[in-house]
């Protein structure tokens, strides 16, 4: 999926630090839903991070030395499974060979065959998308050196008048393009007025025993969502994006089957207001994730 995402920016304090950010999957081979904890240093109490359900797997960002706890469902003091992140591990399970899901716990291990394989000729690079995984198919520009460029006409500028980008890469691993102007000021101003009654507090993908939404302290911005067929702007806006992506813009759209894309995401950033370093992806029991984002600037950082 392509994620539209668009920022009013302030300055704000720097969010909380660690020495290293890392990557995770988590999964839970068993047939048990499990309250998941992130346990802090120096005995203090563990912070709630949402259910993990029966035979299935999340993703998270973290950090090296972090520990999680998870909890029986019913009785929390009972620990039925518990780790601290390092250097060399990229997943962790609980597996409960009696209960756990037999294809899942089959692909669980031959993952882990495959992702050691991976990592070793990739220079140490994890693998942490879903497996099995198959080609990516839809288009990406090339990024062979940084301040190649790539030049872009469309037809889809504002008020329906033709542009031409020029889209240049600052970082070949990952893939990271920029261009200049891709919004107008009008556009940048009705996007803002089109969110500002929408804002609520930013969430993560995580959510409690009955669905409910649980907040993070690693994400203190708000935000809110705009659809594409809000109105012709928005409309064009999408189409401009997949101009410069080069894919047809049917898929940007969030209504299957060809909709690929999430609705556009508006963020605001006020005051101490900050989300953590992370891993912009998730891995979800589908192999429909995340491949690339689009953040499009509705003012300048102070």
């Known amino acids: 999926a392509i994620s539209p995402s668009v920022h009013d920016q302030h300055s704000h304090s720097n969010p909380p630090t660690a020495s290293q950010a890392k990557a995770i999957k988590v999964r839970n081979l068993s047939s048990r839903r499990l309250h998941e904890y992130w346990v802090p240093k120096g005995g203090r109490e563990p912070v709630y991070q949402g259910v993990i359900e029966a035979n299935s797997e999340t993703t998270t960002n973290s950090y090296l030395t972090h520990t999680f706890r998870f909890t ?6 009972v620990v039925v499974f ?3 992140v390092n250097e060399v591990q990229d997943v962790y399970a609980y597996v409960d060979n009696k209960t756990a899901d ?10 882990l065959e495959f992702a050691s394989r991976y990592k070793e000729e990739h220079h140490g690079r994890p693998w942490l998308s879903y497996y099995p995984h198959h080609p990516l198919q839809a288009f990406t520009w090339p990024a062979d050196y940084i301040g190649q460029e790539h030049h872009i006409f469309t037809d889809n500028g504002p008020d329906g008048t033709s542009m031409n980008f020029t889209l240049r890469c600052v970082c070949v691993r990952p893939r990271v393009f920029e261009a200049d102007f891709l919004l107008s000021q009008t556009e940048a101003d009705s996007i803002i007025e089109l969110a500002k009654n929408k804002l609520r507090r930013s969430g993560v993908q995580a959510h409690g025993e009955n669905g409910e939404r649980v907040d993070s302290d690693t994400r203190t911005s708000r935000n809110a969502w705009l659809p594409r067929q809000t109105n012709a702007m928005i409309d064009r806006i999408y189409r401009r994006v997949a101009d410069i992506a080069n894919i047809p813009h049917e898929h940007l759209s969030h209504s299957p089957p060809e ?4 609705n556009m995401q508006v963020v605001h950033y006020t005051g101490s207001a900050y989300y953590a370093s992370h891993h912009d992806w998730g891995v979800q029991d589908s192999p429909y994730t995340r491949f690339a984002t ?4 509705l003012n300048d950082p102070e």
Not at 259 to 262: C, N, P, Q, T, V
Not at 294 to 297: E, R, S, W
Request: charged content about 35%; overall charge negative; cysteine-free.
């Open 82 to 84: 518990e780790f601290t």
């Open 259 to 262: 909709g690929l894309a999430e």
């Open 72 to 77: 029986d469902l019913k009785d929390r003091s």
């Open 294 to 297: 689009a953040l499009l600037y």
């Open 102 to 111: 037999p294809y899942r716990l089959r692909s669980h291990f031959e993952e």
